[in-house]
Structure formats: C-alpha cells, structure tokens
C-alpha cells in the first residue's frame, strides 16, 4: 500500500520547469549556476520548490556562470548545471562550453529556448542551437515535451560523463516549461567503466622493463582520490619521471622527486629539450594535444620513443601519435591495476634525478630589475597557500608563471583552461575548512584568516 501511495505521490502531474529541477535531483545534480532570465522563468520556479536539494548560485555574467560550472566539474568528477537564457545568454555562455569540450570536462548546459509554435520565424532572440553548439558539445538537444524531461536529462549525464567526459546543452522550449503531465522521475544507472586488458597490462610491462629513459605524462580528468592515490603509487614504486600536461597539475603531487615538471605553453626549455630524448612515453589520461606536445613536434611522427597511450576514449587513441600500445580504460580502474601490479626493474635513477634537478632549477628565482619580481610572489604563494588551496589561473602569459615557480601539493588544484579561454580564473585560494583561528607559527597568538601571513592553516 505504502508502496502503490509513493508512486502515484511521485506521478502526480507536474508542470515542466518542476519536471526538471525533479530530474537534476533524482540524477544527483547538486548544484546549479545561473543567470536568471524570462525564457526559464519556470524552470527557476521548479529549482526554488528543490531548494532543499540543489544549490542555486546566481551569477552575474553567463560565461562566468559556465566556468564556474565547469570549473565544479574538474574538482569533482561530476557535472553542475549552467542555466542562461536564450540567444546572447547563450552566446555569453560558449566559451564556457569550449572550456569543457577541450579540457574533457562533464557539464550540463541549460538554455531557455522560444516557444516551440515560433521556430523559424527568426523570433525575437531565436538560435538553432543544435547548429550553434554542435561542434563544441558532445550532444545537443531541445525539450519540447515535458513529457520526455526525465529521459532527455538521464541520457544527457550519462553522454556527460562516460568515455572522454565533456559539455551537453539542452535548450528549453518556452511553452513546453509551463505543460503539466504525468511522468515518473529517472534515477541514475550504474554503468561499469571500462576496465584495462590484463595482457595490454602486461605488455606495458614488458615495454618498461626494456625503457632506459622513460617519462609518464599524466593528464586527463575525473580523477578520484583512490585513483589519483594508485597513480602516485605505480608512478613512484618505478621511480618514473613525471610530468603533467598542459594545466593538468591538479592530477599530480608536484612536491614528490619524481615531478619533474609540466608539458605546455611557457614549459621549461630545458625539460622540453630532455623529454625530446625519452625512449619510452607513457601517456596516462592525456590527449597528447598541441599544447602538450610543443605544436605537435616533441615526437617525430615515425621513429621517435616508443609510446603507450592509456585514455578512457579509444578514439583518442593513435589520434595523431601512433602508439607501440593503446590502453583503452576508465583512468581510475587503470591507475588501481597498475599499481597492484608486482614493481619491476628501474635502472632510470639517475635519469630521474637529473630531470627533477632540472625543476628544481627552472624554478629558482631570477634576479632582475624592477619593484615587482613575480616568480618570488609565486613562490610565497607556494609557502602560505593552505594544503588543500584551489588555484584557478586565466589565459595570457602571466598564466604560466605559477606553473612554472609553484609545485602544488597532493591535496591542492590547479585549475586552467586548457583551450586558453579569458575571463577563467577567479579567487586563487580558499580557506581550509579546519581552520582553527589559532595561527600555527610559534610565538603567535590568534589571527584572523584573510590577514594571517606565517601559517599553511589559515587562508593567506
């Protein structure tokens, strides 16, 4: 009886914009970034009915609303919502949905639409935006049935976050918010992701073991800290080199001896100059793009270093480097089998030291004239940032000076984007959520977070 009572409860006839905020929560979706507008008016009402499950931040700028979004994206794993209204809402909000189509971001875009009677009529603010968003999102859609709301948003997250994750937008025709109809809500499935061939596994080995001069690029997206954890571990047990691709030094621990930098716009010469000597390349979870590889030229198209490609896309796969072996895997699952697998020879120490050794000189402070010396405030930043500090940096050259002067810590972020989008970067650090109002210098007493200038435990 209770049971047959909840699902009439959860059947009732709703209106559309209820409809919605109903299947973010049945789909997890926490949190939505918006600027608020009269297509989706409805669609706000049905969010403030949900207030107790989503968080609705109101944002000022479109394209800021789909950073931050995204931005939610790339600490997480798991998409937020944008919502803008139609037409120049929507072209404010692109560059976001370039943000997260380039750095494999899972996003979840909302745009009011017309009302569905008015298409092709070049209606006030009219986009097609199937056409409009097609080459920078994964799917595009348009809702004009209430009725297929919980499917349309389902099947959204699921193309979100599965293979290499990345941007949907879904456009909301105006009429179709305001339908009242009778739908049940669509939870979330679970789909297994991909798990690494055991013999391509064994492969790798095999192909190390004959390495005298290795070097792991770590990039990729939607780490999770036990996978994250068992990267650190196969990468360390070997003693292999690492570097992080473009903007990707929230995948790696920048403080171990085996970080030895990163691969991208402003990267250190002389570590590009050594990675060109590297007989084995062993690309985690990064695309091996422009950025990363110097313009395409770190490796020659045919004989260059062997390379072992592991990417969550297959089709990324041989994509413009030619493989000696393509792991087709979830990064997460490859990360935790290769770092149960028994650690071999690494005759490589010394290779490794010199490339770390490397790092640690690039990023000496230079002395040159002038009031303001930048890689000195980049390495104060480093010493007074709190452990679990968010970093977020914009597009331009002075992107690449924290980069370049700051090895990030196992528990803090750096996010960028990769697509080199403006207007990106936003507060630089935030405040440890244990702070304890008690400096944690000796000799100090009490301090208040946004002044304290001498401990890693307060915001600086």
Known sequence: MELAQARKLRTAPRMGGRILADALVAQGIQHVFAVPGESYLDVLDGLYTRQDAINLVTCRFEAGAVHMAEAYGKLTGRPAAAMVTRGPGACHASIGVHVAMQDSTPLLLFVGQIPFEETDRDSFQEVDYRRMFGPLAKWVTQIDDAAR????????????????????????????????????????????????????LARMVDLLASAQRPLAILGGTCWSDAGRAAVHAFLTARNLPVAVGFRRQAAYDGTLPNFVGDLGVGSDPALVARAREADLILAIGTRLGEATTQGYQLFPATGGPTIVHVHPDAAEIGRVFRPALGIAADL?????????????????????????????????????????????????????????????????????????????????????????????????????????????????????????????????
């Open 332 to 460: 997460n699952a490859f990360a935790v089998q290769a770092a149960a697998l028994p650690p071999g020879p690494a005759p490589w120490a010394g290779w490794t030291a010199s490339l770390r050794a490397l790092r640690e000189a690039g990023r000496a402070v230079p002395a040159y004239d002038g009031a303001l010396n930048v890689a000195q405030c980049m390495r104060d930043l480093e010493r007074l940032a709190a452990p679990d500090a968010v970093f977020t940096s914009d597009a331009g050259n002075f992107a690449t000076w924290p980069a370049r002067f700051i090895n990030f810590g196992p528990d803090q972020r750096m996010l960028g984007p990769t697509n080199g989008a403006m207007g990106y970067g936003g507060g630089s650090v935030r405040r440890n959520p244990g702070w304890s109002g008690r400096c944690q210098t000796p000799g100090r007493g009490s301090c208040a977070p946004d002044t304290c200038g001498s401990c890693r435990t307060s915001r600086c």
């Open 149 to 200: 709301i919980p499917e349309l948003v389902a099947h959204a997250v699921d193309v979100a976050t599965t293979g290499r994750p990345g941007p949907v937008v879904i456009a909301l025709s105006e009429g179709m918010q305001k339908h009242r109809v009778d739908v049940p809500d669509l939870g979330p499935i679970h789909v297994s992701r991909p798990q690494p061939d055991p013999a391509a």
